[in-house]
């Protein structure tokens, strides 16, 4: 008799795979980056905001960050949280990089937190993807992807995503693909301005 698994763990996993087997998506070896055929879902930047009364909390997720030390977002409560779901074999993350660093840069003196999510990636590729986009923010490294599992109230469903979490630890909004700066800045000013 096989195991069974909760409807909600069940999606999850479908949702996990699809991130993995990919679908659309190019090869490093064909967009001109050279390596191996590691395929991903591309979104297409939607944007998604929810009420405060219909957000989940993400207080829960934690790991080990690219530099070994460990990071919970549960000790970032009180901040507005940009989490963002990246790879370095992954075209659109090298292309919104440089808009989150950007985000990043502008709003850190005012209390905002970013924390990356490397997923499905080797630690050396992950930092000398953050080495060559100048990336000062901390990720967690996701090699196994279960931080990406920890999400599954409000799924990432695509890499690169991106989430905006309220000062209650709470995903406030979310893109699906990349984001640029005229997409993301709004969203964190938005979010830094609730009481």
């Known amino acids: 008799m096989s195991p069974r ?7 999850v996993a479908v949702a996990l795979c699809g991130l993995l087997a990919g679908c659309a998506g190019t090869s490093a070896s064909e967009n001109g980056q050279g390596g191996d055929d590691t395929r991903f879902v591309s979104g297409d930047g939607a944007l998604t905001e929810f009420k405060p009364g219909d957000r989940k909390s993400v207080q829960g997720v934690g790991g080990q960050r690219l530099d070994g030390t460990p990071a919970r ?41 970013f924390l990356g999510v490397n997923f499905k990636d080797s630690k050396d590729n992950a930092l000398a993807f953050e080495r060559r986009f100048k990336v000062t923010y901390p990720s967690l490294f996701d090699a196994d992807g279960q931080v990406t599992l920890a999400f599954r109230e409000v799924p990432p469903s695509a890499i690169p995503s991106t989430l905006v979490l309220d000062r209650q630890g709470r995903i406030a909004a979310r893109v699906i693909g990349a984001t640029t700066f005229s997409k993301l800045n709004p969203l964190v000013t938005k979010v830094l301005t609730e009481k």
């Open 73 to 113: 977002l549960a000790d970032l409560k009180g901040k507005v949280v940009v989490v963002n779901f990246w790879a370095s074999w992954c075209a659109p993350c090298r292309g919104e990089a440089p808009s989150l660093q950007q985000v990043y840069d502008e709003n850190k003196a005012k209390g905002v937190e």
């Open 5 to 11: 698994v909760s409807p909600p763990r069940a999606l």
